[in-house]
């Protein structure tokens, strides 16, 4: 198992346009974590997934955004119209329900120019 | 609303010095506690997971502790090394189904 896995790395958009990012969790985590961080901040919730079910989403998910995770396996994480402000990190992470910790990706840095 | 506060916010040190990192969290009702290193523009990496029962962890030269009923986790670095230079981050969860709340972390630079 090489980790959780995210793609891309890097994605330089304009205003206004969409965006999706993947992530491929751990295989035998069932569930999986969405986190964005800005320059100089802690990483902030911003939704998760037990298996295919969507159980949470944090008030920083405005309605631009949506996550899907088909078949409980890889997520993808959509801005519509993104915004100067979603500029930032987006972190994924998985972890096995019980008292395992999470397990990080390597994030994809999205700047919206 | 659980907060996790991170002190210092920087801390630079010479290389080979022991140190501390602190960390406190306002509700003790938490499930675990869990240190990352984050190195600039990279994802985090996992360096210790507490049990909210157990009261410390260690991983080679490093060791966090957990005083839960004061809010309190510390993470000890022994002999520094410039390698050591990075971010690190203390996250708290609130419960089973709780997510991992992030202090801002403290960003540390071993001087050679």
């Known amino acids: 198992d090489t980790g959780v896995s995210q793609n891309p790395r890097h994605k330089i958009t304009k205003r206004g346009q969409n965006v999706t990012f993947r992530c491929d969790p751990i295989s035998e985590h069932n569930r999986l974590y969405w986190y964005r961080q800005t320059l100089g901040q802690g990483p902030e919730f911003l939704t998760y997934?037990?298996?295919?079910?969507?159980?949470?989403k944090s008030r920083l998910l405005s309605d631009r955004f949506s996550a899907e995770r088909p078949k409980g396996s890889f997520s993808t994480l959509e801005i519509q119209r993104t915004e100067q402000g979603d500029s930032a990190m987006y972190l994924c992470?998985?972890?096995?329900?019980?008292?395992?910790?999470?397990?990080f990706g390597s994030g994809t840095r999205l700047t919206v120019v | 609303k659980q907060e996790v506060t991170q002190i210092p916010a920087a801390l630079s040190v010479p290389e080979g010095e022991n140190l501390v990192l602190n960390c406190s969290f306002t509700d003790s009702a938490i499930y675990n506690l869990q240190w990352f290193r984050q190195d600039p523009g990279k994802g985090l990496t996992s360096l210790l997971l507490?049990?909210?029962?157990?009261r410390e962890q260690t991983s080679g030269r490093l060791n966090a502790s957990l005083d839960k009923s004061s809010g309190r986790s510390t993470l000890y670095i022994a002999a520094s090394q410039p390698g050591d230079s990075a971010t690190y981050l203390c996250a708290v969860r609130g419960g089973s189904q709780g997510n991992l709340i992030f202090g801002k972390g403290t960003k540390l630079s071993v001087k050679p």
């Open positions: 992470a998985s972890s096995q329900q019980g008292a395992g910790g999470y397990t």
């Open positions: 997934f037990q298996n295919e079910a969507q159980l949470e």
């Open positions: 507490i049990q909210s029962s157990q």
